[in-house]
């Protein structure tokens, strides 16, 4: 894809290095990788993890599946580095045939993701507004169209851009605290989803719940979530692992070519609506976020977020 | 809009001014404006009121909600006097800042609209038929296009047309009796609902029940158009004016420009077919309503509304 | 259509004369003509019934209901002469006034077809690819399109092109047996659902469900298949005629006009489609069927079938 050299430069300016330039780093991961897929006496070398600053990336050789775990506190916010973090990651496991799929999940208690970081998208300059954009634009395309099995396993809220990370993927399990909720609130803030959001989400829930959840900005509490399809089941969070793996198990039990064609055709329209569209997205996108009355309303929202930590 | 001389010339023809030249008729509506919403010691003058032939439109300054009640006896069927005092009620509404949200009644017992009126439609001229088919396709551009918030309050039955009107709002609640039906029942009419009607009946209850409804000319009970998702959800009729005062409080506790765009973003693509196809569709109406054979079961279908009144 | 040339040269081929140039064979099917609409009474001269080789049609005059019903053991698979000879049946319905509807059925106990014959893409030379699969998509143009009103009385298992048959009907009613399942499981064999497959299932079931079904290649048990909304309604063995019957007889209550014009408007787009890139199909099928990893996985399925068997 076209933005895979800007974020290559991107990282080269960050002083991250692209991960396959990097030697792996060995370790167990806090997260642990699904039970029942790694045997108890399993030799470690079976077991390769990296660690980058903000998502640790753990695949299973064994049984072909990566997790990849957030940690970047407090919130697991879409920073242009955890974006960039994500899609090198993934291009990484996307091109390791030792993998199959791939568990998203947080290792930040309470949270699964919060959403674009508004960060970066308050003050700053139209170049940085557009790297910005250009890097979720990347993230949904190549989660949305991972040839891999993706499950999202949502061990806490995920508003926003953490809605849309699980959205994209196969199959969504949620912890089932009804604390916990998970929904496309944008309309909340006084912004609008992109239609590519409001794309994937109407082909989870269908149009009549997607209309009136958009317009509401609702946050759907885990039972609400599950009562309307907007995730396929909830367990207990002390479940929450093995049922992932179940999941995961259940599908990488298809061959991969029919599965990998058969989910091209359901996506494919939807995908190549924002590759076609995708410059005219960013210049959308910076215009109404240069706005003074959106910039504002980001900075009131900013200020409450801080009130409310302090 | 086109349409709008249209409409203009229509009034003038009819004698009816269009309502921005009218003095404000100032009284109480028979059903009342939303409880929660006005105080019983707000002054008067926050509330105005301007009563037309067909339609009695009511807004409460305070809250932003206008009512639209429907008062053309004997089932407030959608003539072309009808349509043309609605479209201009809500153009009237969109354009004045005071207004934020639409509730839509009936005022008259048990019926919510019968729908399109079919007098309009039997033994007249190409030209009528042509003005009254624009008057309905310029009614839905104007209902399900709102910038408004717009809730249907259905204390009465509500097929074909009176359906249409419900499924364009962005909320629909329903009073419980099961004597109250909904439905686009055209195809028992021996006609066939345009495909702007079908489009919004997808939108709202998704392919396959569309599907089977359209073909069966269906009219469902209220509890089984809840159970379908044709109205959002079921109150006893003494619940209504309350339950509507609430959800259209919810729905504007939202900014309006966010919900606005989020709105259009969802509706776009089904209006602009319209909008693209408009005098095509109404030469197809006028091809297909000239035919005898139509005529003829239209006039069957009167004759038998007259024998069951007398 | 173009391809009924090509129809009725396979069948001067294969030595099946066209059945209006057949006498009809009169006599009694094995799965009964719909008891409430055929009075003990009713001359034998009103119910015309032919048998071919694979499908016994049977055409009640007095209803205007016809019965097709599937009699090729062992599972009713769509080999080229079943689906010529199905075809060739549906289109003599179609111009036979007398045929308002169609009911289909399997008289081979616990299957209703097992979907497309695997034989037929086995072993092969492209032009008899070419030729399967153009009949596979005349079968599905015809079914999908057809004017008349179709129930599938779905009296056994119906995995793949079987559920295709089912879900290209206007109505479906499945025997409540759980042993019994249907579903598009083509991925579980390696291969993939044609796209016309997977805008018929989407019409039905939603985005949602047919991404997940078709990726899992599910087979779904008669109570999920109806939970999902692959069928209408269940009913014991004993009463699916009668069932059937009732639905058919509703849905004939409807002016054939209206109803065939609403559902041509239903069904048009996703029609249109496979028209348009009838021959790129056609194509695309021989490409991937003739590829030495899918006879390969097709010739291991049959060896798997045989061991079955014996």
């Given at each position: 894809m076209a933005a895979v050299p800007a974020l290559?430069?991107?990282?080269?300016?960050?002083?991250?290095?692209?991960?396959c330039r990097q030697p792996p780093v060995w370790g167990r991961a806090a997260w642990q990788p699904p039970g029942p897929l790694r045997?108890?006496?399993?030799?470690?070398?079976?077991?390769?993890?990296?660690?980058?600053?903000?998502?640790?990336?753990?695949?299973?050789?064994?049984?072909?599946?990566?997790?990849?775990?957030?940690k970047s506190p407090p919130v697991n916010s879409l920073s242009l580095d955890f974006l960039t973090e994500f899609c090198i990651s993934l291009e990484k496991l996307?091109?390791?045939?030792?993998?199959?799929?791939?568990?998203?999940?947080?290792?930040?208690?309470k949270i699964f993701s919060s959403g674009l970081d508004i960060t970066e998208m308050c003050g700053k300059s139209?170049?940085?507004?557009?790297?910005?954009?250009?890097?979720?634009?990347?993230?949904?395309?190549?989660?949305y169209g991972s040839s891999m099995v993706t499950v999202a396993a949502v061990n806490g809220s995920s508003p926003a851009g953490g809605c849309l990370v699980a959205?994209?993927?196969?199959?969504?399990?949620?912890?089932?605290?009804?604390?916990?909720?998970i929904g496309l609130n944008e309309a909340q803030l006084g912004i609008v989803a992109p239609f590519w959001f409001k794309d994937t989400f109407v082909n989870t829930v269908g149009h009549r719940v997607a209309e009136r959840s958009l317009q509401l900005g609702s946050l759907h509490s885990a039972p609400e979530a599950h009562r309307i399809?907007?995730?396929?089941?909830?367990?207990?969070?002390?479940?929450?692992q093995e049922k992932a793996a179940a999941v995961m198990a259940q599908w990488l039990a298809l061959p991969d070519h029919a599965r990998q064609l058969t989910k091209s055709m359901m996506r494919k329209a939807v995908l190549d609506r924002l590759v076609a569209h995708r410059e005219e997205d960013i210049q959308n996108f910076i215009s109404f976020i240069s706005k003074e009355s959106i910039q504002k309303s980001l900075r009131m929202y900013m200020e409450m977020l801080k009130k409310k930590k302090s």
């Open positions: 290559v430069r991107r990282i080269a300016r960050s002083g991250v290095l692209p991960l045997s108890p006496g399993l030799p470690l070398a079976l077991c390769r993890a990296f660690s980058n600053n903000k998502i640790l990336v753990e695949l299973d050789e064994s049984s072909g599946v990566a997790t990849m775990k957030f996307e091109n390791d045939r030792a993998c199959r799929g791939v568990i998203f999940a947080s290792a930040v208690p139209t170049e940085h507004y557009a790297e910005f954009w250009r890097a979720v634009q990347e993230m949904w395309l190549r989660l959205l994209s993927c196969d199959y969504r399990i949620m912890v089932e605290n009804p604390k916990f909720s399809g907007l995730v396929d089941e909830l367990v207990p969070e002390e479940k929450l």
